[in-house]
């Protein structure tokens, strides 16, 4: 089956800094991959999600990049703000499987 | 849209109770999952469902129970509450489209204590 490996597990940044995480992935198969955030007390909720036939998709502060010949992908926060401090997991879905494996989650914390 | 609904939000059982924690979505959505999140932890599947009448365990079932009788309700049974399912229990659902995935919509979870 899918396997997902997160890094890191906890992610200190400046309010103005960039973040990235990244995530591996092992079957080539998986075609499709969302990021989600989770805050505080608070419900995942989808931020931005690639699919395997594109290599990067930017909305405004956020970027997802996908590299399929290294099976991974990466989350670029830009001009970080106190409020994205979250939680943030990557999954990857095999195409047709429709059940996602996720990753163990990154605590991103910003500091005003 | 409500999207999806989780009742109760809280609940303290006792060792040995048993309760049913409710999840309805009104997005027609095929597909729903049942997860529970530990502290500082990440989403286990207990089990998910692809569409009215079928279930299918996840990566953690035991201690669990599920059905689905309507696309719109997929109700998660606890039957012999044990600590270890103390926890926060997030319903799910998505639809598969015409061609690709999908992703998923969360309920606002339920926090369950048992002691």
């Known amino acids: 089956g899918e396997n997902v490996e997160q890094h890191p597990s906890t992610l200190s940044v400046q309010e103005g800094d960039s973040a990235v995480i990244k995530c591996t992935y092992s079957d080539s198969a998986s075609n499709y991959f969302p990021w989600y955030k989770q805050e505080l007390g608070k419900r995942p909720q989808l931020i931005i999600d690639?699919?395997?036939?594109?290599g990067e998709k930017k909305d405004q502060r956020i970027a997802v990049t996908l590299n399929k010949t290294a099976k991974h992908f990466s989350l670029h926060i830009t001009e970080t703000q106190p409020e994205d401090s979250a939680v943030y997991f990557c999954?990857?879905?095999?195409?047709?499987?429709?059940?996602?494996?996720f990753g163990r989650g990154t605590s991103l914390i910003v500091h005003p | 849209n409500a999207g999806v609904t989780q009742t109760p939000k809280f609940r303290i059982l006792k060792i040995g109770q048993s309760m049913t924690l409710q999840c309805t979505q009104d997005?027609?959505?095929?597909?729903m999952y049942w997860y529970r999140q530990d502290p500082g932890m990440g989403l286990k599947l207990i089990y998910y469902s692809v569409g009215a009448g079928i279930t299918d365990k996840g990566e953690v079932p035991n201690g669990y129970n599920v059905s689905r009788s309507t696309t719109e309700d997929f109700p998660l049974r606890l039957e012999l509450a044990a600590p270890s399912q103390t926890s926060v229990y997030f319903c799910a659902s998505s639809y598969p489209g015409t061609d690709s995935n999908q992703p998923q919509h969360f309920g606002d979870g339920t926090r369950l204590s048992i002691l």
């Open positions: 997005m027609n959505h095929n597909y």
């Open positions: 999954a990857a879905i095999e195409g047709g499987s429709y059940i996602p494996t």
């Open positions: 690639i699919r395997s036939n594109v």
